[in-house]
């Protein structure tokens, strides 16, 4: 019996359909299995990172922490005054000393696009749970080597395609779209010398952003006040 041929196209797709999801997903693995493995990284529930921020010749002094789940707060340290952005799942503010005299909030609809800053545990952990899809796109050099690209598309709506090195398993690149505002962002961001922590995870310590940050310091699964994530003017 010889099938329509718009039930054999539509058996094509879904079997392609069906491979490209096979493969995103055995992409996915790799790279986790390199940076440690699942069972190290789910056991991870507040991470801290102290860095340094080469900005147009000068340095800053960058900290950051995140509760999985309930928080996240980056201080940035300049001048003598120390600044700050926090978010939890229900509200966020921004405050920096340089530019205003009090923390102002920011609006439900950044919250919402901030809400997957809360996962420190990384957004390829558990992805399908997290209510997150992901795509394997193809092949695409980037500078000099051909990676693998993952597109993400995170609960929130934000995109992010990861590069991933073939030799390694390790993203190298991201591109980061997001929507705010009627408009979409598209923001690039560079990673490099992963290095193996105590808990047996991989980070990288160096990431640029169009400014160079270097990690000085990770420390994970310290206790985190939750004081972190309220606004203040100290």
């Avoid at 789940?69 to 003598?80: N, P, T, V, W």
């Avoid at 090195?165 to 490099?192: C, L, M, Q, R, W």
Wanted: aromatic share 8%.
């Amino acid at each position: 019996m010889k099938l329509p041929n718009a039930i054999v196209t539509s058996l094509i797709l879904l079997s392609c359909a069906k491979a490209q999801a096979q493969t995103a997903d055995e992409i996915i693995d790799k790279h986790i299995k390199a940076i440690g493995g699942r069972e190290a990284w789910k056991k991870v529930n507040t991470i801290k990172q102290q860095a340094v921020i080469d900005f147009n010749g000068t340095e800053l002094q960058l900290e950051s922490i995140t509760a999985h789940e309930k928080g996240a707060r980056q201080s940035l340290s300049f001048g003598g005054m120390t600044g700050y952005t926090i978010y939890t799942a229900t509200d966020g503010y921004n405050f920096y000393p340089w530019q205003q005299q009090k923390p102002e909030a920011i609006t439900p609809e950044e919250v919402k696009e901030n809400a997957d800053n809360l996962d420190a545990q990384g957004p390829l952990i558990d992805y399908k749970e997290k209510g997150h899809g992901a795509d394997y796109i193809g092949m695409d050099d980037f500078e000099g080597t051909d990676c693998y690209k993952i597109k993400l598309t995170e609960k929130s709506g934000k995109i992010i395609t990861f590069y991933i090195d073939p030799s390694n398993y390790f993203i190298i690149h991201s591109v980061t779209i997001t929507k705010a505002n009627g408009h979409e962002n598209e923001s690039k961001t560079d990673y490099s010398n992963y290095q193996k922590l105590p808990e047996g995870i991989w980070v990288p310590m160096n990431i640029s952003d169009g400014n160079t940050i270097r990690i000085k310091k990770v420390q994970i699964n310290i206790p985190v006040d939750e004081s972190s994530f309220k606004p203040s003017t100290n």
